[in-house]
């Protein structure tokens, strides 16, 4: 097999072929193997792909509740010019309130820009580790700043997640725009 001009050896293929095809184009395969099979490197594996699927699976539902909502809009203004009974046409009215009140009670987008967020900065952390520059260029030090930029990371996407579960329209305040510190860069995400 040929990769970026090179053929690879079998060995090669055997070590990193499996993790590289779960995570698709997510990450590279560290290429010291104490790095591929230490448990802190999977664990930012794992929660990588948590976070990548959850903002796929946000911005879908996300996008189609829109796409529902748009639709359902230009039939009621059809089905008024066309004179169609009055029980069909509220019943789509209906339908477009119910699929707001799905958004606006699920946060799909909010969530999907907080876990797109989570997964962007726990991939910047991962190739910075992998390719040993800073904060990860001392031997000595470099596993326990990813421990602790991985805890960082885990720990403000859930209180941020906690917070816009509080916000939510169900406790009246959907107006505090949620800041998360992460080491080294400070993310600020906007109301929806």
Request: charged share 20%; no cysteine; net charge neutral.
């Amino acid at each position: 097999m040929t990769i970026w001009g090179r053929a690879r050896t079998k060995s090669a293929i055997d070590r990193g072929e499996a993790a590289w095809q779960g995570l698709g184009d997510i990450l590279p395969v560290p290429s010291r193997p104490e790095d591929r099979d230490d448990l802190l490197w999977q664990e930012l594996e794992t929660y990588l792909r948590y976070y990548n699927t959850a903002a796929g699976r946000a911005r879908v539902s996300f996008y189609g509740l829109k796409v529902l909502t748009l639709s359902a809009g230009a039939a009621v203004t059809v089905l008024a010019a066309i004179s169609a009974p009055a029980a069909l046409t509220a019943g789509v009215g209906a339908a477009i309130v119910v699929l707001e009140g799905a958004q606006q009670l699920f946060q799909f987008h909010r969530n999907w820009l907080s876990y797109r967020s989570a997964a962007e900065a726990l991939r910047q952390h991962a190739f910075q580790y992998i390719a040993s520059v800073k904060p990860y260029d001392d031997p000595a030090t470099r596993r326990a700043q990813l421990a602790s930029a991985l805890q960082a990371i885990i720990a403000n996407e859930l209180g941020a997640w906690s917070t816009t579960m509080l916000n939510s329209p169900a406790t009246g305040d959907t107006t505090t725009p949620t800041t998360v510190k992460m080491p080294d860069e400070t993310v600020n995400r906007p109301d929806p």
